[in-house]
């Protein structure tokens, strides 16, 4: 029989080349798909890796798309290696959104003559918010009444994005949308600059390297990050050195949605400008993906935020030009992510072949005789 056993000194060679590994492996299921479904491997791999990157204009769509997913998954990093189960990035990502776009319905157009992006800092301090009251629900539940996180993460998503649908169904519908689910487009007051004319790109995409640097620094140069990262990896280590295993949940909780409504904040007052039910495209949820291919390392996490990216505009791209279903882009994701984690197994364990030896009958024993009663008792 085959069994894993763990590696005496595994080789970091390999796991520093594991990512690769797994997306040469993607990379190769891929073209093999293409063949199944009737097209050029080489075409749509060109597709997938090659065209996202052609030209000043592919590039800024990499990194518009790359941002949300970066700053979601720095949040889910941080609640990770806490281990805090946050599933809910995508949520949370939502009632960013929806606060940032109340508070431009809720302050109006700005007066004329106001500066473009004057206003811009309050919705993105209105996402932060949002995302840090929806992720402190799930915390609210699991330290009072020991709820799962898991669970109470993922079906607040459905809620948020219910009660998106309400909003831009009914009180907040443009009257002059000729009846389409959406609101009014706010002015420029409260658009994000944009950062190369010509492009979406906008000054929101600057705050990706920025808490890229801040997260390493909280990580693994703060003691609060300390507490967080013993917590995770030993529990019990963490609550005899009398570290508070609430402090790190709602640390952790709160970090991770501020994190991800400022994602929908930028979203929102950068390249949308107006809310409809579709403002995101799963984000917080890609960003569980695009945690664990960084290895919950704020630098990883750049990379892999950047790859998927790639990913996601190539589907767009291979549905448009190549007919292929829109559903693709899953399929690599989850290859992606699986192959991965098939890897850092094998760098860690190896497998051996055993060989089962028959187990040989023995005699039953006898039972042993009945003690004799003591002397002076009755028979």
Sequence with gaps: MLRLEPRARPARALALASPLIALALTALIAALLFLMLGKDPVRGLAVFFVEPLNGLRGVSEVLLKATPLILCALGLAVCYRANVWNIGAEGQFLLGVIAAGGLALALGPAPEGTPAGLRAPLLLLAGVAGGMAWAGLTALLRDRFHASEILVSL????????????LVFG?????AGFNFPQTPSFDAAYALPRLIPGTRLHVGFLLAPLLIGLAWLFLFRSWRGYQLQVG????????YAGFSSRGALWTALLLSGGLAGLAGALELAGPLRQLTPHVST???????????????????????????SMLTIGGELAQSRLGLPNALTGVFQGLLLVLLLACDTFVQQRLRWVRRTASRPTAPSSPAPAAAPASGEAA
């Design 171 to 175: 009180p907040w519908k443009d009257p």
């Design 282 to 308: 799963g984000y917080g949820f890609t960003a569980i993906i695009v945690c664990f291919v960084g290895r919950l390392h704020p630098l990883g996490i750049g990379l892999a935020g950047v790859l998927l």
């Design 232 to 239: 995770g990896l030993a529990p019990a280590a963490a609550r």
């Design 155 to 166: 079906m607040l998503v459905y809620v948020a994005q219910q009660l998106l649908n309400h």
